[in-house]
């Protein structure tokens, strides 16, 4: 039925398809009834809403001046994978990096930088530390640090981060 889980992941998929073909606001939507259906069905505690929230999230973050939905539908999400998963799940490391993603959008620096401190280390265990993803980690904290005024923290992530790229080159 309209109000099935099947209808949800349908909804879901629809809203996939929607960011692809850049209509943000039909992807939300589609989003939107989906998480409805999941709630209703499975409760807030669910894996699957909390992947759909990451979902919302990551389309408010594409969206002018919808950073605060972004970070609120993230940090929903979240809770539920550490509830779920725990502090040392690569799940909980993606949704700690694009926290840091809208912090750093919304000039919160300092919570960006706690948000990727998160991220780093079970990045690092999870993929390895020569890894593209962890790569990008170590550069954005390089940023959040330099706009900290935490130079040499800065100047060590750069040097991560080009360590990584100079092997991934080979």
Known sequence: GANSLEAA?????????????????????????????????????DLGVAHTRLEIGGVYCQQTGQLQMAQ???????KVLLSLRG??????AECYARLSVVYCRQESYADAYEALRKALPTSILK????????????????????????????????????????????
């Not at 939107?32 to 409760?43: D, E, M, P, R, T």
């Not at 609120?72 to 999400?77: A, L, N, P």
């Open 9 to 45: 992941r349908l909804y879901s998929k629809m809203g996939k398809v929607c960011i692809h073909r850049n209509k943000l606001d039909r992807s939300l939507e589609y989003y939107l009834k989906s998480l409805k259906i999941q709630i209703s069905q499975l409760g807030e505690s």
């Open 72 to 78: 609120q539908e993230y940090e929903k999400g979240l």
């Open 127 to 170: 993929l390895g530390a020569t890894q593209k993803k962890v790569a990008n980690l170590h550069k954005n904290l390089a940023i959040v640090c330099d706009q900290l005024e935490k130079w040499n923290e800065a100047l060590d992530n750069y040097d991560k981060c080009i360590e990584i790229y100079s092997k991934e080159v080979r």
């Open 87 to 92: 502090e040392e799940h690569l799940e909980v």
